[in-house]
Nanobody, 119 residues
Framework: QVQLVESGGGLVQAGGSLRLSCAASGTFFAINDMRWFRQAPGKQRDLVASITSGGVTTYADSMKGRCTISRDNAKNTVYLQSNSLKPEDTAVYYC?????????????WGQGTLVTVSS
């Protein structure tokens, strides 16, 4: 069983910053790509940023220049540093990882952490 547990969400004023963390635990052999998604009320879940096991990053246009994704492979943890936050960044942020466990690659999701940006 592999679990992803996010932390770091909360209430922040517009223009402020937050750092989200997501730690993988359980029994697995390797983690490939790790990603952050977000889902605002009434909207679909969208990719925010992704990072490969080698550290190559990609960002959605909506957050490019305002966030940084990073990972600590020794801790099986991925981070999302978000700056200059806007009210439209309010959403539940989900961690996602491609994990090799049980002799196969599988997608694992965290439970989500709520980020609320007040104007």
């Amino acid at each position: 069983q592999v679990q992803l547990v996010e932390s770091g969400g909360g209430l922040v004023q517009a223009g402020g910053s937050l750092r989200l963390s997501c730690a993988a635990s359980g029994t697995f052999f390797a983690i490939n790509d790790m990603r952050w998604f977000r889902q605002a009320p009434g909207k679909q879940r969208d990719l925010v940023a992704s990072i490969t096991s080698g550290g190559v990053t990609t960002y959605a246009d909506s957050m490019k220049g305002r966030c940084t994704i990073s990972r600590d492979n020794a801790k099986n943890t991925v981070y999302l540093q978000s700056n200059s936050l806007k009210p439209e960044d309010t959403a539940v942020y989900y961690c996602n990882a491609r994990v090799f466990a049980g002799a196969t690659w599988r997608e694992v999701w965290g439970q989500g952490t709520l980020v609320t940006v007040s104007s």
